[in-house]
């Protein structure tokens, strides 16, 4: 943090070039972005205390316009510092032990999981001892401090894939073999932007011990093979293309043979002191109960109803559940949350959730370890600062870059069309008739708001300085079913998209079987008749 502010003191006095400042501040965290500079802070593997999530709230508070917004990454940004005081924030950060070192450059960047890790009734065995593990390793590595292009990598450890390690550029699955020994599924070249693609699987299974080896062997072909001449073909994915699996896997085992001598391995003993800083809290022992019943008036039962089927997920722990407090109020971008409310959300943490609060790919927050017995008061103290709207997992709950309201980057806005989704979209029993439909909102082909791997993908683009809007759907970010969306026809004006969407569900109504999703549904007929009513109406009046 010294080094940082002596950097950026000289850079603000004209001592510094701005060619040699961007490269330490993007290593920083901190972007310029449209209007003001963004800072990102890495939130590793999305874990949180309510320490930090006070910290949060006075940098929001002090530093910021009064808010803070989560990202798909498990990571929070700042969208109104002043570059003067950055280095400011990031010595406030760092008396938590936190940092926004490369949550932005050409490194390895923020490795994710599971929201679901440790508490999951399908998991195998916890993921964030091997974030961790990885994560040390890739914090300021010397190798892969300067590669072609961004690299993420994220972990997962249940059968349901809560991560979308598919779409990362190395994704990590914990498995166990046939002996019963446990060991990874190594997938690459997963990742979405401008040309999205797939991760492949290119081991089935690699043991602990080789790990390490194994991911530096694949970053060094990497880091050697991977463009430099062109931005928009640097990452690992274009590499993996352009050879093939096969040949990539070739060249990475010819690599990684030249390299065991000296490769770095975890001891056991390493690997038993990181497990130690995640074991379970001191959960009592309880059993499950009926959470609903003859809960507040007729009218409190309903809501409280409807928010724990949507808003709470099982545990495996008996007398628990998992909480996720809703991002996606009408009243504030998606992912976005107030300072007071981070301060309102540590005090219930601490109250609620052994002081732990988690950050969700889908710009949500999670209490992982909630008492059944306490759900009913922790509804009621949620609805009263707005964070516990029933619309988890339905349309509304929307992941939004922030598209050319905030970003440099972007050609169109996708907080208004947020906007007009929800006013359209305001009958919750509708959606709940609808069912499970992820819808995701980018500014721009950078794919920020992973429109590609939407159930529906709306994504912004420039047409003669215009800003309209694509429509893509089919697609999916996790586990097997991981797919990229298909682009139904040419694209819409703005104030066009809610009745795209309300004739894109009365073809889903009319098609679907049983309790069959959207997507489902998509994938069984294909795209032609959802293409075929989202146009009609248009065409008709042309």
């Not at 601490?350 to 992982?368: C, K, P, T, W």
């Not at 440099?408 to 906007?419: G, I």
């Not at 998509?522 to 248009?538: C, D, H, M």
Request: hydrophobic share 40%; charged share 25%.
């Amino acid at each position: 943090m010294a080094q940082f502010r002596d950097q950026t003191q000289r850079f603000l006095n004209g001592q510094l070039h701005e060619d040699d400042f961007r490269a330490l501040r993007l290593r920083n965290g901190l972007y310029i972005q449209r209007f003001a500079p963004m800072l990102r802070i890495s939130i590793p593997y999305g874990l949180l205390s309510s320490a930090q999530l006070r910290v949060f709230a006075r940098i929001a508070r002090e530093y910021d316009k009064g808010f803070g917004h989560f990202t798909t990454r498990q990571n929070i940004q700042y969208n109104w510092p002043e570059l003067a005081k950055v280095p400011d924030i990031l010595e406030l950060l760092a008396s938590v032990e936190m940092h926004a070192i490369q949550t932005s450059g050409n490194c390895i960047r923020n490795v994710t999981s599971d929201h679901l890790a440790g508490v999951a009734k399908d998991e195998l065995e916890d993921p964030r001892p091997w974030c961790e593990l990885v994560r040390q390793w890739a914090t300021v590595h010397p190798e892969f401090a300067f590669l072609p292009r961004k690299f993420k990598i994220a972990i997962t450890g249940a059968v349901a894939d809560r991560a979308a390690v598919r779409v990362h550029d190395i994704g990590l699955i914990l498995k166990r073999n046939d002996a019963g020994v446990l060991g990874f599924e190594v997938l690459v070249g997963g990742g979405l932007g401008r040309a999205p693609m797939i991760g492949q699987t290119i081991y089935d299974f690699v043991t602990p011990h080789d790990l390490l080896g194994c991911l530096e062997a694949i970053l060094r072909v990497y880091n050697l093979e991977g463009r430099r001449d062109n931005i928009h073909k640097a990452r690992i994915k274009f590499v993996v293309k352009s050879h093939g699996i096969d040949k990539f896997r070739e060249m990475v085992n010819a690599e990684w043979q030249a390299s065991r001598a000296y490769a770095p391995v975890w001891s056991e003993n390493e690997i038993a002191r990181v497990k130690a800083f995640f074991k379970a809290p001191a959960y009592e022992t309880l059993s499950d109960m009926d959470v609903v019943g003859s809960k507040g008036n007729a009218l409190e039962q309903n809501k409280f109803r409807r928010w724990y089927q949507q808003n709470t997920r099982a545990h495996k722990v008996a007398g628990y559940r998992a909480v996720i407090l809703s991002l996606k109020s009408v009243k504030r971008p998606p992912g976005d949350i107030t300072d007071a409310q981070l301060d309102a959300v540590a005090n219930l943490a601490d109250q609620y959730s052994f002081g732990e609060i988690r950050v969700m790919h889908d710009q949500n927050l999670l209490f992982a370890h909630v008492r059944q017995q306490d759900l009913f008061a922790l509804w009621q103290a949620l609805d009263a600062i707005d964070l516990a709207t029933a619309n988890i997992g339905t349309l509304t709950d929307m992941i939004a870059c922030p598209g050319l309201d905030l970003c440099s980057l972007a050609n169109a806005r996708t907080y208004t069309v947020v906007d007009l989704i929800n006013e359209r979209f305001d009958d919750l029993d509708y959606l709940y008739d609808l069912g499970e439909i992820q819808l995701k909102i980018s500014g721009c082909m950078n794919g920020c708001g992973h429109h590609h791997v939407g159930h529906i993908g709306i994504l912004g683009v420039d047409k003669h300085g215009e800003e309209w809007y694509q429509v893509t759907i089919g697609g999916a970010p996790n586990g097997k079913e991981a797919d990229l969306g298909e682009v139904i026809g040419r694209s819409f004006k703005q104030e066009e998209i809610p009745d795209v969407l309300e004739r894109l569900f009365r073809v889903y109504l009319e098609q679907r079987e049983g309790d069959e999703r959207f997507v489902d549904t998509v994938r069984r007929t294909g795209i032609a008749p959802f293409k075929a009513g989202a146009y009609a109406q248009a065409d008709q009046a042309a």
